[in-house]
């Protein structure tokens, strides 16, 4: 696994490469993929530091982060966060690569500014998948939603969570 970290307004030491990657190396014996790139980015605000671990493999994205005072904490904590989701959606994982999905590629993601009103523009490459399958996408993001193309009929669609802790799909019509 080749392990890039940066520090936005924090410079990064040896020291803390090493603990990083040390951690990080861990996650190799989940991962059945030969060239994965693990992006860490260390930020501070106060007296606080935030580490968010992106891991992109072939066929989904690995994503946790965290806030604590103390950064060898944080990296404790997100390395706990990527483990148990790599744990929880083992078999769920490996059926997917059976399956030879298309490869995601990070650089597919531009981020643009505005000054309006709208803070943040995303662009996404909308790839084919299940409504189960864009579940678990969404579940190893840590996000609330997300956008898919559903495999067989081609048509794009919102998979969210419910507040009854169930899960929605959002269609057009």
Do not use: W
């Not at 989940?30 to 007296?47: F, G, H, S």
């Not at 990527?82 to 997917?96: A, G, T, V």
């Not at 399958?133 to 193309?149: I, W």
């Amino acid at each position: 696994m080749e392990i890039l970290i940066r520090g936005n307004k924090i410079e990064i030491t040896d020291a803390m490469k090493e603990y990083a990657n040390e951690k990080l190396k861990k996650l190799e014996k989940y991962i059945n993929e030969d060239k994965v790139k693990a992006t860490v980015l260390v930020k501070v605000r106060n007296y606080y530091h935030k580490v968010e671990v992106t891991i992109p493999m072939k066929n989904l994205i690995l994503r946790a982060e965290e806030e604590q005072q103390d950064f060898y904490a944080c990296i404790d904590m997100v390395i706990n966060k990527l483990e148990r989701q790599l744990k929880k959606n083992k078999n769920k994982i490996k059926s997917r690569e059976k399956r030879g999905y298309k490869e995601f590629n990070i650089d597919d993601l531009v981020e643009e500014e505005t000054d309006e009103e709208i803070k943040k523009v995303k662009k996404v490459d909308v790839k084919p998948m299940t409504e189960e399958e864009a579940v678990l996408q969404m579940e190893l993001l840590g996000h609330n939603f997300y956008l898919f193309k559903d495999g067989e009929t081609g048509e794009s669609k919102v998979v969210y969570k419910r507040n009854d802790g169930g899960y929605g799909v959002i269609e057009s019509k």
